[in-house]
């Protein structure tokens, strides 16, 4: 009797463990599409990239990324456009403003600058980009696109 108990305890617990690795929240997520281009239900595959809409264009440097790209800013090999689907060695992003992101999503600074409902930082080319509690849109010293923050510059 006592190792039907276990046996069951056991079963539940991997089906416990199973069902928290699955996120259920997706915002400000920018994984990589499955191999068959499939995302969670209110994203689609951008550039190999589940986003919730493709970006417009990214300001990177003196380049232009498209929508199926992202912009790579690092201090060794500088800003450049690759593949969305890359990983950029530096600060990446998919997003600099919000234009390049879905009404309700703004722009975020992480560690993959990517679109979200909420976050910290935004990111900015003007300060029309940025929310009414960070009204200033700042320059960075090492990626092109701007920082939203309350201090002016």
Do not use: H
């Not at 380049?63 to 800013?73: H, K, L, M, N, S």
């Not at 450049?80 to 722009?107: F, K, M, S, W, Y």
């Not at 090492?142 to 309350?150: A, N």
Request: with cysteine; proline share 7%.
């Amino acid at each position: 009797m006592a190792c039907y108990g276990g046996e069951v305890s056991v079963r539940l617990l991997v089906i416990v463990l199973l069902g928290a690795c699955e996120p259920t929240q997706f915002d400000g997520t920018a994984f990589k599409c499955q191999v068959d281009g499939a995302c969670p239900d209110d994203q689609a595959c951008f550039g190999g990239r589940c986003r919730t809409a493709p970006a417009v264009s990214i300001a990177c440097g003196e380049a232009t990324c498209g929508p199926d790209q992202q912009c790579c800013a690092d201090q060794v090999n500088g800003n450049r456009c690759i593949p969305a689907v890359d990983d950029c060695v530096g600060a990446g992003a998919l997003c600099d403003g919000r234009d390049d992101c879905a009404l309700t999503e703004t722009c975020c600074i992480a560690e993959l600058t990517s679109c979200a409902e909420r976050c910290e930082t935004a990111a900015c080319v003007i300060s029309n980009d940025c929310p009414s509690a960070s009204p200033n849109c700042c320059p960075q010293e090492v990626s092109p696109w701007g920082r939203c923050q309350l201090a002016p510059c």
